[in-house]
């Protein structure tokens, strides 16, 4: 008969391991959100442009990543009240902080990422790169520093509450999109000359609706992921369990905000048209992630379905301002997914929290605090870079080059060749490549 033994393992070290493990595998799920923005934005261009908005998103890892590895992650700690090398493992010889590294920068080229819809079929491939970089660099960690990092922001015993990045990752790479779709002006027949929209339809329903399906997968990583640490170790060295009410507070919180989301957009669209849009619905369903994702550690069920209805049903509302008020070619609808439901969630914390602890009106303001401030610096930092590209004439491609697509006059491919003429053509730097009749009709 075998007889069971008592463990042999510190009860700190048990923890640890389960803590690493847990970590990376939310990691992954997060990054794999990448795979899902690559098909929500390819699924919303037109058939000249797709292998231009894949690169962006290969790209936007790549450079995003490293620079965040090498600068980014020293910064936010810098910010943050910490010596900048402590921030960086490879400097501080601790190679365990590698783990905690990536799974803050998975968080960051989230934001990075959403910036490339924005700024779809115009934008030149080395601008974008060079924001990206920037953006890594400076401009999110410096808003990682005066949030999470250093809890800066505050009003009276309320301290700026955003559990998952509905309004540090989200929304900063939502209003950092608007500010560069401004930036560069509306793709070439966007608008008539009366300054009405033309619709430009993107070129597969089908990518787009899989990409934001893919999205809501990696999105339980994001909130839930966050929430689900398994044990800790206690003072004396016992083992305590995770707190299932918040854990299963998130998952609950996710799940209903998603499905309230995609709701309330096919409503209003259905108000206003007459039709339910299957990108208003797609696009909504990812509006009430992010509206969620500040506070769902907190929000009550039926917060749940307010904040996720309101997120999602706003998305017509402000894309329409976007559009046809303010003139910005806002491709793929990024700040009213990212930025707007982003600011609206962070905003309805203290009035939809189980229980929140401190005055409401503590809350209210240091949230408000939270929003402006993140916006503002947002704003300015990405107005300054891409003002400079503009400035050196390094920010858009040339009008020759938009009307052909991106695909050939910045990378020589075709993401369709079937589909194209039999006669190649001969792209910049020499490279043979096929004009898809799709995109030459578009």
């Known amino acids: 008969m075998i007889e069971a033994l008592p463990l042999q393992v510190e009860p700190s070290a048990l923890t640890d391991g389960i803590s690493?493990?847990?970590?990376?595998?939310?990691?992954?799920?997060?990054?794999?959100m990448h795979a899902g923005f690559a098909m929500l934005e390819a699924g919303q261009v037109r058939a000249k442009n797709v292998a231009n908005q894949l690169t962006k998103n290969l790209l936007t890892w790549s450079v995003g990543v490293s620079v965040f590895f090498l600068i980014g992650a020293g910064i936010s700690g810098?910010?943050?009240?910490?010596?900048?090398?402590?921030?960086?493992?490879?400097?501080?010889d601790d190679a365990s902080g590698y783990i905690g590294w990536l799974y803050g920068a998975v968080f960051a080229m989230t934001a990075a990422t959403i910036v490339s819809g924005a700024v779809a079929g115009r934008a030149r491939l080395r601008a974008y790169v060079t924001y990206t970089f920037l953006l890594a660099a400076v401009i999110y960690p410096v808003v990682t520093g005066i949030t999470w990092a250093g809890e800066y922001i505050q009003f009276g015993d309320a301290v700026f509450h955003d559990f998952?990045?509905?309004?540090?990752?989200?929304?900063?790479?939502?209003?950092?999109?608007?500010?560069?779709?401004?930036?560069?002006?509306?793709?070439?027949?966007?608008y008539a000359e009366d300054g009405s929209a033309n619709v430009i339809p993107g070129h597969s329903m089908t990518f787009a609706v899989l990409g934001t399906l893919m999205l809501a997968f990696g999105w339980y990583g994001f909130n839930v992921g966050t929430a689900a640490v398994f044990a800790e170790a206690g003072p004396n060295g016992e083992?305590?369990?995770?707190?299932?009410?918040?854990?299963?507070?998130?998952?609950?919180?996710?799940?209903?905000?998603?499905?309230?989301?995609?709701?309330?957009a096919g409503l209003?669209?259905?108000?206003?048209?007459?039709?339910?849009?299957?990108?208003?619905?797609?696009?909504?369903?990812?509006?009430?992630?992010?509206?969620?994702?500040?506070?769902?550690?907190?929000?009550?069920?039926?917060?749940?379905?307010?904040?996720?209805?309101?997120?999602?049903?706003?998305?017509?509302?402000?894309?329409?301002?976007?559009?046809?008020?303010l003139g910005i070619d806002d491709v793929c609808a990024v700040f009213p997914v990212h930025g707007s439901a982003g600011v609206l969630g962070t905003?309805?914390?203290?009035?939809?929290?189980?229980?929140?602890g401190v005055p409401v009106i503590d809350a209210f303001l240091t949230q408000l605090a939270g929003v402006v401030v993140i916006a503002v610096w947002t704003i300015l930092a990405t107005g300054a870079v891409w003002g400079v590209l503009k400035a050196l004439g390094q920010a858009r491609v040339t009008p020759e080059?938009?009307?052909?697509?991106?695909?050939?006059?910045?990378?020589?491919?075709?993401t369709y060749p079937e589909f194209g003429d039999e006669e190649p053509l001969v792209a910049d730097g020499g490279v043979s490549a096929v004009r898809s009749r799709g995109g030459s009709d578009e």
Do not use: C
């Open 20 to 32: 690493n493990v847990w970590v990376l595998t939310v990691t992954f799920l997060i990054f794999f």
């Open 78 to 92: 810098l910010v943050g009240g910490s010596p900048f090398t402590d921030s960086l493992p490879y400097l501080a």
């Open 164 to 190: 998952a990045g509905g309004m540090i990752v989200h929304g900063l790479g939502g209003i950092a999109g608007l500010t560069a779709a401004y930036m560069l002006g509306p793709r070439m027949d966007r």
């Open 239 to 264: 083992l305590l369990a995770f707190n299932g009410a918040v854990l299963g507070r998130v998952a609950m919180g996710t799940t209903i905000a998603m499905a309230a989301g995609a709701m309330g």
């Open 268 to 325: 209003v669209a259905w108000l206003k048209t007459g039709k339910v849009d299957t990108l208003y619905v797609a696009n909504g369903l990812l509006a009430g992630l992010v509206g969620i994702t500040a506070i769902p550690d907190t929000t009550v069920w039926w917060g749940a379905f307010a904040v996720g209805g309101l997120a999602g049903a706003q998305l017509p509302i402000v894309f329409g301002f976007v559009e046809n008020r």
């Open 347 to 356: 905003l309805a914390f203290p009035f939809v929290a189980a229980d929140l």
């Open 401 to 414: 080059h938009e009307r052909e697509g991106l695909d050939l006059s910045e990378h020589g491919v075709e």
